[in-house]
């Protein structure tokens, strides 16, 4: 069965600071991940998404993830922290395509 | 600029009424999720479509929730008869998946409140 963890549900940086956002998950095969943004009274947004080839992956607003197969881990990073990444944020998981599986989300608190 | 639309964005009711909420997938896509969002509980899978074949509902409540896709265009979620612990923001995605993983098309959610 696959699961995802993140570890914190919340996490405060500065502004101008690295945000880094943990995600681990369990798979039994290669998996495809992602990595949703959620802002308030929103859907969730796609922000980047691994499925085969280069493991370092850039997606919007300057985030990027790595996939670590030997860690089970697939970080998310910006070097800088702005204002308007104050928002929720979700790991995801999918072996097949049919059920993605979600971690529970780490809420990014920005101070100015 | 295609999107999965949901409606209603917001429903207050009662406890015992029936409440349905709407989704209008992505043009094309062909699987159609249902989730739900609580403090709680996180997201919960509760339904997917395939071509509008029923794929997987183990998530839902099966006494009270139905979930259909009456045509491509649209896919429903009903609740009867609602409860207090259904309060929930509801959220439907869409995606285009052919044997390899696609991605999610999420809708604005359906914020449900049942008094």
């Known amino acids: 069965a696959q699961s995802v963890t993140q570890l914190g549900s919340h996490l405060s940086v500065s502004e101008g600071a690295l945000v880094l956002l943990r995600c681990n998950y369990s798979s039994s095969v290669p998996p495809y991940l992602f990595w949703y943004v959620q802002y308030p009274n929103q859907g969730l947004q796609l922000l980047l998404k691994y499925t085969t080839g280069a493991t370092l992956v850039k997606g919007i607003n300057g985030f990027e993830a790595e996939f670590k197969k030997s860690e089970t881990s697939f970080h998310l990073t910006k070097p800088s922290a702005h204002m308007s990444d104050a928002a929720e944020y979700f790991c995801a998981v999918s072996e097949t395509g049919n059920q993605f599986y979600f971690g529970t989300g780490t809420s990014l608190t920005v101070i100015p | ?115």
């Open chain 2, 1 to 115: 600029d295609a999107r999965v639309t949901q409606t209603p964005r917001h429903k207050v009711t009662e406890m015992g009424q029936e409440v349905t909420m709407r989704c209008q997938p992505i043009l094309g896509h062909n699987t159609v999720f249902w989730y739900r969002q609580t403090m709680m509980q996180g997201l919960e899978l509760l339904a997917y479509f395939r071509n509008r074949a029923p794929l997987d509902d183990s998530g839902m409540p099966k006494d009270r929730f139905s979930a259909e896709m009456p045509d491509a265009t649209l896919a429903t979620l009903k609740i009867q008869p609602s409860e207090p612990r259904d309060s929930a923001v509801y959220f439907c995605a869409s995606g285009l998946f052919w044997g390899l993983a696609g991605e999610l098309f999420f809708g604005e959610g359906s914020r449900l409140t049942v008094l």
